[in-house]
T-cell receptor, first 117, second 113 residues
Framework: EAGVAQSPRYKIIEKRQSVAFWCNPISGHATLYWYQQILGQGPKLLIQFQNNGVVDDSQLPKDRFSAERLKGVDSTLKIQPAKLEDSAVYLC???????????????FGPGTRLTVL | KQEVTQIPAALSVPEGENLVLNCSFTDSAIYNLQWFRQDPGKGLTSLLLIQSSQREQTSGRLNASLDKSSGRSTLYIAASQPGDSATYLCAASANAGGFKTIFGAGTRLFVKA
C-alpha cells in the first residue's frame, strides 16, 4: 500500500513570494490533515478535511494561507504572501475516518521543508 | 483547551536499557492517543494508537499505556538499541469544538552503543 505522498520536498523562497504544496493521501482515506512543524516543536494542525469539506481550520492564518481538497482526494496548501516566520516543515497526514475507533490512526507523508529568506 | 506535555525533553541512555517516555494531557475527554517516531529530516511514523476505551497497546519492544483519569500516557521501550535514537511524539485527539489533534513537543532519545 502506497503511503502519503508530498511534493516538493524542499522549497526556498523570498518573503512576500507565493508557494504551494501538494499532498496525495493514502487511497481510500477520507480525512486529510495539514500540519505546520517549526523546528524543535511538535506539529500544529492547520486544517483538517473530511472528504472535500473542512472539519477544522481554526488555526489556519486565513489572511495568507489557503487550502483546498477538490474531489476529496489530493490537496494543496498555499501561502501568499510568505513571511519569515512561515519557515517550517509542512506535513500532510491522512486517516480512514475521524472520531472514535481504530480508523482514525493518522499516517504522515515525508513533509515539505520551507525556507523563507 | 487541550495541552500536551512530554517529559523529559531529551534523554540519553546506554544500549540495552529499558526506558519510559511520558506524555500528559490536560483534557481527559480524548478519543485516542497516538505515539509517533520522527527521525531527523523525516516525517512521522506511527508506532502505537490507543483508543479511549483501551488501557494499553503493544508492538514488539514497545508498550504504550493510557490513564485517562490522570491525563497520562507512557511509552515503554524495552532493551533499547542505537536504532531507537529519534524524537518520540505523542498526540491526543478529541472532539472539542471539532475533531482536533494536539501534539506534544517530543522527547529526543539518544541510545549510546
Amino acid at each position: 500500500e502506497a503511503g502519503v505522498a508530498q511534493s516538493p520536498r524542499y522549497k526556498i523562497i523570498e518573503k512576500r513570494q507565493s508557494v504551494a504544496f501538494w499532498c496525495n493521501p493514502i487511497s481510500g482515506h477520507a480525512t486529510l490533515y495539514w500540519y505546520q512543524q517549526i523546528l524543535g516543536q511538535g506539529p500544529k494542525l492547520l486544517i483538517q478535511f473530511q472528504n472535500n469539506g473542512v472539519v477544522d481550520d481554526s488555526q489556519l492564518p486565513k489572511d495568507r494561507f489557503s487550502a483546498e481538497r477538490l474531489k476529496g482526494v489530493d490537496s494543496t496548501l498555499k501561502i501568499q504572501p510568505a513571511k519569515l516566520e512561515d519557515s517550517a516543515v509542512y506535513l500532510c497526514a491522512s486517516s480512514l475516518d475521524v472520531g472514535e475507533g481504530p480508523h482514525n490512526e493518522q499516517f504522515f507523508g515525508p513533509g515539505t521543508r520551507l525556507t523563507v529568506l | 483547551k487541550q495541552e500536551v506535555t512530554q517529559i523529559p525533553a531529551a534523554l540519553s541512555v546506554p544500549e540495552g536499557e529499558n526506558l519510559v517516555l511520558n506524555c500528559s494531557f490536560t483534557d481527559s475527554a480524548i478519543y485516542n492517543l497516538q505515539w509517533f517516531r520522527q527521525d531527523p529530516g523525516k516525517g512521522l511514523t506511527s508506532l502505537l494508537l490507543i483508543q479511549s476505551s483501551q488501557r494499553e497497546q503493544t508492538s514488539g519492544r514497545l508498550n504504550a499505556s493510557l490513564d485517562k483519569s490522570s491525563g497520562r500516557s507512557t511509552l515503554y521501550i524495552a532493551a533499547s538499541q542505537p536504532g531507537d535514537s529519534a524524537t518520540y511524539l505523542c498526540a491526543a485527539s478529541a472532539n472539542a469544538g471539532g475533531f482536533k489533534t494536539i501534539f506534544g513537543a517530543g522527547t529526543r532519545l539518544f541510545v549510546k552503543a
